[in-house]
């Protein structure tokens, strides 16, 4: 027997890439995220089929919603902007609760998680890999929601040049940019609850209950965020700064809010990031 029959094996440098390309395909191909992504996609025609009928196309809706909304007969880019206000409260998160709370209870739950444990993967590269998939359905359901949102609001409404909040008009592809910039602020909010579902997905061997701890939490945080009387806690929960991103539709950009959202996402996403991974490297797998 030669040297090299006898010499370890040196695990592949991209093994854990294919681990997370498997993830990725196996995660986009099930009908529960094609359903979700669908929902997600839906709600921008629902948003501008509203406001055309509202105000038949002649001028700027009334009520209330966002502040941006009464321009959206003005200029159909600025259904993107509603549209990403209309789902971040709920849908998004939503689906990311599904997805994350998921991640691991359903593993266990089918029986697969131990299967996926005898490969060298170990299990932090695991969690990593299901965490870097949720975060890449945060990305792909925030697109979804900007990319419907722009065909519709270029069917139903005018486009043109954009007049920001703060009364300046840009031209329409520095308003494209913009939305751009929007929809990654938008998938970076959602950091923090993707770290709480991870976690919360690791403590149980049920994926629907997992799911719906998560939705709940989310709603349960949600509802504290608007209670007057808690407005001492209220800066430090996740989705307190979520619409800070109207701010990157003024000139010059307000950056307080924006900064204070995105460090808020990173200190929830290390806390429950740690949690899950203290919790999962611990866990004893019998499923």
Known sequence: MSRADTAPRRPRPLWSLGLLRSEIGT?????????????LAGVPVLVGAAVKIETGGAGPAGGGGPAFISQVTNNGLFLVFTSLAVTLPFFLPMSIGVLAGDAIAGEAHAGTLRYLLVAPAGRTRLLLVKYATTMLFCLVGTLVVALSALAVGALLFPLGEVTLLSGTTVSFGEG???????????????????????????????????????????????????????????PYLFPHYWLSFADLLRDPVYWDQLQKNLGLQALYAVVFGSAAWARFTTRDITA
């Open 27 to 39: 995660t986009f191909r099930r009908w529960r995220t094609l359903a979700l992504l669908a929902v």
């Open 176 to 234: 494209l940019l913009r939305a751009l910039a929007i929809a990654g602020v938008v998938a970076l909010s959602l950091t923090g609850v993707a770290a709480l579902g991870l976690f919360v997905s690791t403590l149980t061997t049920s994926g629907i209950a997992a799911m719906a701890t998560t939705v709940g939490l989310l709603i349960t945080v949600q509802i504290l965020d608007t209670i007057p009387q808690l407005h001492t806690i209220q």
